[in-house]
């Protein structure tokens, strides 16, 4: 926190993560990482089964970032918390998150800040109230909530496979 690695640093704490087997809580609130830096974070968790907390507020992620980091979030089931408040993101960035969560059960907190980012663009009301009734399922439903992510992978011609897992038609 406050160490201001930036997207170089971030790049080289993703090496570090991806077969990292020990650490579970990131906290790179206020480091300056930019899209490129999220984008390095997220392919990381890609193959990270042990991070259950990242925490990037205060940053300079954009839409680009965060349309990376819902890349990832579609298919990590161990991130729990992810916190992207203080950022650059706007309706691009904050819409890619808020379709990743539907296809995702494990995820319980996503907090993308206050009504504006920092660069004073806003993201919409509805994908608030949608993140946060997605995020409700997740934490008091979960049999509803796997029925949502099973349905969305069916749609995508993707089979649930009997642990959670998806298979390809």
């Given amino acids: 926190r406050e160490n201001n690695i930036r997207d170089n640093g971030a790049k080289a704490l993703a090496i570090g993560l991806e077969n990292n087997v020990v650490v579970t809580h990131l906290f790179l609130n206020d480091n300056n990482i930019g899209d490129v830096g999220a984008q390095a974070l997220a392919d990381a968790l890609k193959k990270n089964y042990t991070i259950k907390e990242m925490l990037l507020e205060n940053n300079n992620i954009g839409d680009v970032g965060a349309q990376a980091i819902a890349d990832m979030l579609r298919g ?3 991130l729990e918390i992810i916190h992207l408040g203080d950022n650059n993101i706007g309706e691009v960035g904050a819409r890619s998150i808020e379709e990743a969560i ?53 749609e995508r011609g993707v089979m649930p496979a009997g642990d959670g897992r998806q298979t390809t038609k």
């Fill in 76 to 78: 990590n089931e161990t």
């Fill in 102 to 154: 539907k296809e995702n059960i494990t995820i319980m907190s996503v907090d993308l800040g206050s009504e504006y980012s920092r660069s004073g663009r806003a993201i919409p009301p509805d994908v608030r109230i949608s993140i946060n009734a997605i995020l409700e399922q997740n934490r008091t439903d979960p049999d509803g909530a796997k029925e949502r992510v099973d349905m969305l992978s069916l």
